[in-house]
């Protein structure tokens, strides 16, 4: 188990860390309207998780209880679309772009429920889980639902934690950025390096 556990966590950090569309918008609302908004935005983020965590548990769980081909297909496609998402990220453009301007302070449960809605509606985040969750199952053969919640919650827990980090340094940070241009060079091939590597692990 912890031999799939490990790998998984050290993969989930070091996506959570690329400057994707969440942790810019925690790191926005930190700039805009403190640390406060900026942690229950996160809250909101993460909650959503649960929803694609159910989507995949049940619809893959099901499919992988059939064969151990279709489950050997289903990894070899997530790995593919993780190349695919490397790719993408090399064709980016490197810059970070932020701005505080047009965002307007909202009540704690309104910054909730949006950071919720953003997650749920994002169709990307249940085909992300769909390919990167079924390459570290450490028993297809047992109950696959609850193995998908576990990694779901571990999930949870380090973005969580990570977009509370975010948002408590939201102005250190973005001081940082601004100063040294470079970072969204090295953060780009980081990003490349992690989905490239990731898929390699769940091919192997």
């Not at 556990?5 to 569309?21: C, D, E, M, N, Q």
């Not at 769980?61 to 993408?88: H, M, N, P």
Request: hydrophobic share 55%; net charge positive; proline share 3%.
């Amino acid at each position: 188990m912890l031999e799939q556990i490990i790998p998984f966590l050290t993969a989930t950090i070091l996506l959570t860390l690329a400057p994707g569309p969440d942790i810019i918008y925690v790191l926005v609302q930190g700039m805009a309207n403190g640390k406060k908004h900026a942690i229950i935005t996160a809250l909101g983020l993460v909650s959503g998780v649960v929803v694609h965590t159910t989507l995949v548990a049940f619809g893959v769980s099901a499919i992988i209880k059939q064969s151990e081909t279709i489950y050997l297909v289903i990894k070899c496609l997530g790995a593919a679309y993780l190349f695919f998402l490397a790719y993408k990220v090399f064709k980016s453009d490197p810059k970070i772009a932020f701005s505080t301007e047009g965002i307007k302070q909202k009540s704690l449960f309104g910054l909730y429920r949006q950071g919720f809605i953003m997650n749920v509606l994002n169709p990307k985040v249940t085909i992300f889980f769909l390919a990167l969750f079924p390459g570290f199952l450490w028993e297809p053969e047992g109950n696959t639902v609850l193995q998908f919640y576990i990694l779901g919650l571990i999930f949870m827990l380090q973005g969580f934690l990570i977009f509370v980090l975010v948002a408590i340094l939201a102005g250190s940070i973005s001081k940082y950025l601004q100063k040294h241009r470079n970072s969204g060079v090295v953060l780009k091939w980081t990003q490349v390096l992690v989905f490239i590597g990731i898929g390699v692990f769940i091919l192997i």
